[in-house]
C-alpha cells in the first residue's frame, strides 16, 4: 500500500517510519526545498521516547538530549521556589523512561536518518501539498506544481495551517491566543556557574511567565518568556528588540531578571492553536499532529502527541488492504482524538490558570502546589507521562 503524506517536519517524518515499519510504503512531500527543521528547544517527556523506541531512533535522541533532573515552578516576583517534580530516581522508574530537553534538531536529524534509510520511504522535497482529489480506489494530492501524485491514503501531516485540514475541516484561521511569546538561544560559557541548572525552570508571574533549560549537551541556555498581552495579530518569527523584551516582564524578580538579561538576537511568535474537532479523517485523508490538533506549549506535548500519533497511525494500517483505508483511518483518528482533545484543553488551561494569575489567585495556586508531594505531582501528569507507545 502507498500512503501520502503532505509535510515533512516532525509529525510527517515519524508517520512515514510508524507507515513503513507496519509493511507499508510511504511518500513524503514537503512543501520546502529541503528537509530541516527550525526552531530551538523542545520538551520531550518519557511517553514520546516509547514513541520513539518503537519508532527506532529512541536510543539517537537520547544520545542527543540533556537528560533533566527537575522540573521547577518559581513565584516570579518573589523568587520563591512554589513546586519542583524530581525527574530521576522515583519518576524514570515510574514512567520508564527520562525527561530531556533537546534543540529540536537533535529530535528531527535522527528521523530524518532513519526514514533515508528506511527501504519502504520516498522523501520529496519542493513537493507543496495544496489539496486533494478521491475515489473509491484511492486518493490524488495536488501539489503546488501543478503534479498529481496518487496513493492509496493521504496524511496532512502539514502543520497548524495545513492545507490538507483546510480542504477536511474547514475550520479557517487557527485561533491567536492573544499570548506573545519571545524566544533566544545563548551559550552557556555566558551564564554564571551558579545559575546552569539542569532543570526545565518556569518565573510565573501576573500575565507573563518566563521559561529556561539548557539544550545542545548543555553548550546552551534555551529562553522563552511568554507575555499575555492580547495580541490578536499573527507573528512569526520576527526580530524583537531586546529592550522592548525586557520592558514586558515589570516585577521579573532579580534572579531571573539576570537571566532575561543574558538573551540576545531575539525573535517572538504570537502563540495559536485551535479547537479541537470531533473527528479529522474524509475516505481516505487524515490528519496528524498539529495538522489535527495544534496546541499551545504550557503542557510541552505538541511533538509528543505526533509521535504518538505516528505510531497509532502504523499500527492501525499493519496488515491492512487498500480497501479496508476509509475505515481504518477512521479509527485511527477515533482512537486518537480523546486524549489529543484533552491535551489541548490542558494546555490552554495551564496559560490561563497556573503560569498568568496575579495577587489572590496566584496566592491560591502557590498554595495548591505547595501542597503536592511527590506523588501527587508524579499522579498529575501519569495520564500524559505514562502513556505507551500509541498514547493509550
Known sequence: MDVLIAGGGIGGLAAALGVARCGHRA????????????????????????????????DAVRERAVHIDELRFMDGTTGERVASMRLTGAYRTRFGNPYVVVHRNDLYEPLLAACRTASGVVLRAGSPVVSYEQDGAGVTAVLGTGERVTGAALIGADGIRSAVRAQLVGDGEPHVSGHTIY???????????????????????????????????????NLAAVRDDGAREVVTGVPAERARVLGEFPG?????????????????????????????????????????????????????????????????????GEDEVPRTLTAYAEGRRVRTSRAQLVSRDMGTLLYHPAGAEAARRNAMLTSLSQEDLYAKVAWLHGAGADGR
Do not use: K
Open 252 to 320: 521579573l524578580g532579580a534572579t531571573a531578571q539576570q537571566l532575561l538579561e543574558l538573551g540576545e538576537d531575539w525573535r517572538r511568535w504570537v502563540l495559536c492553536d485551535r479547537d479541537p474537532v470531533d473527528g479529522w479523517t474524509d475516505g481516505r485523508v487524515s490528519l496528524l499532529g498539529d495538522a489535527a490538533h495544534p496546541m499551545l506549549q504550557y503542557a510541552a506535548q505538541g511533538a509528543c502527541m505526533a509521535l504518538e500519533d505516528a505510531v497509532f497511525l502504523g499500527e492501525s494500517l499493519r496488515g491492512r
Open 27 to 58: 511518500t513524503v512531500l514537503e512543501r520546502r526545498d529541503a528537509f530541516a527543521e527550525l526552531g530551538a528547544g523542545i520538551q520531550l517527556a518519557p511517553n514520546a521516547f516509547r514513541a520513539l523506541d518503537h519508532l527506532g531512533v529512541g
Open 183 to 221: 524566544r533566544s538561544v545563548i551559550p552557556m560559557e555566558r551564564v554564571p556557574g551558579q545559575l546552569r541548572w539542569n532543570t526545565v525552570t518556569l518565573w510565573a508571574g501576573p500575565l507573563w511567565h518566563f521559561v529556561h533549560y539548557p539544550i545542545g549537551h548543555g553548550a546552551f541556555l
